[in-house]
């Protein structure tokens, strides 16, 4: 939620579809729905990225302000699905585009981290 901006607990819909998908949640493990996102929380958890999940594809507005309530140092991305009717409709489908998203950011946060690193001296 970015009204007030929290993290999806380690018990909550969210975390356990981002782990189904292969990735890893920073709240993971932990007992609590949602944590408030307290700057003492972002430095703790330390999100490589933060995931924003919404129930339509937000548009170039709503994508502005989700960035502008979140740290600047942090990588935000969007995912829609619609969590009332995700397990009516195909949640399959769901769960791999989630897989297929984290799997380019993965390659994506790879690639930047291997840019990021010095030359090796032969």
Known sequence: S???VVFAGGHSFETDLIEIAGGTSVTHGGEDVHVPATPAAWAALAPEVALVFTREPPGEAARARARAALPVDVRVEFFAFDRDAFWLDAPADDARRLQSLLGALRHELRAD??????????
């Open 113 to 122: 981290d291997q840019d990021a690193r010095p030359p090796r001296g032969d």
């Open 2 to 4: 970015l009204d007030p």
